[in-house]
């Protein structure tokens, strides 16, 4: 099994729906990230999270918000969404290791918004 | 903000060649630096990394090495194969900090 696992792993909406994506972790890590990859734009970070009671705007967390409910369970919710929001959103983890950590990455969640 | 830029693709290479992809950056402090990289259909994955200057990183052939005095971090490898066509991001970790910055990614062809 994989050790970050997110669901769905692809969506097909419409405008103005509400939308979770739901991410869970084996790792025991503290540190979970939500990012979302455009063509040409690489990686952006959307929210990330230290612990259950710590959240934290990244780059471009408007449109978004997120729930920690567990330290394995970090979901990523689209309120209202809209098609520009049409994107593959990846959660990640990320251990203590002060200055050398790496990110661990989930299979990626596709989202598409009519 | 720290930031790292890489080289626009897409590169397409025959089998055995040379590869070069640039990355440089802007950073204040001492980041660390990491290539990842994603195969079809799947999320990133960590190839290798270098915390502190003048360390090299090196994983499956591929090599890179952190220069301070040229803020780069080119990822090479001498010989490519067919299995290394994939996306190749470079990416900062800010000095004391849990952030990742990614570059845009740089998708590579390797043809038989």
């Known amino acids: 099994d994989a050790d970050v696992t997110q669901t769905p792993r692809n969506r097909i909406t419409k405008t103005g729906k509400r939308i979770m994506l739901e991410c869970s972790q084996t790792?025991?890590?503290?540190?979970m990230y939500w990012y979302r990859q455009d063509p040409g734009l690489g990686l952006r970070l959307i929210y990330y999270?230290?612990?259950?009671?710590?959240?934290n705007k990244g780059e471009i967390s408007d449109g978004y918000s997120v729930s920690r409910q567990a330290q394995a369970k970090f979901s990523l919710s689209l309120e209202s969404a809209i098609p520009n929001q049409t994107a593959l959103y990846f959660c990640?983890?990320?251990?203590?290791?002060?200055?050398?950590?790496?990110?661990?990455f989930g299979e990626g969640s596709r989202l598409t918004v009519l | 903000g720290d930031s790292v830029t890489q080289m626009e693709g897409p590169v397409t290479l025959s089998e055995e060649a040379f590869l070069t992809i640039n990355c440089t950056y802007t950073a204040t402090g001492y980041p660390s630096l990491f290539w990842y990289v994603q195969y079809p259909g799947e999320g990133l994955q960590l190839l290798l990394k270098a915390t502190k200057a003048d360390d090299k990183g090196s994983n499956k052939g591929f090599e890179a090495t952190y220069r301070k005095e040229t803020t780069s971090f080119h990822l090479e490898k001498g010989s490519v194969q067919v299995s290394d066509s994939a996306v190749y991001f470079c990416?900062?970790?800010?000095?004391?900090?849990?952030?990742?910055?990614f570059g845009a990614g740089t998708r590579l062809t390797v043809k038989p």
């Open positions: 990640a983890t990320m251990g203590r290791a002060v200055n050398t950590g790496e990110l661990f």
């Open positions: 990416a900062l970790r800010p000095y004391n900090n849990n952030d990742m910055r």
């Open positions: 999270s230290f612990d259950v009671k710590d959240i």
């Open positions: 790792k025991g890590h503290d540190r």
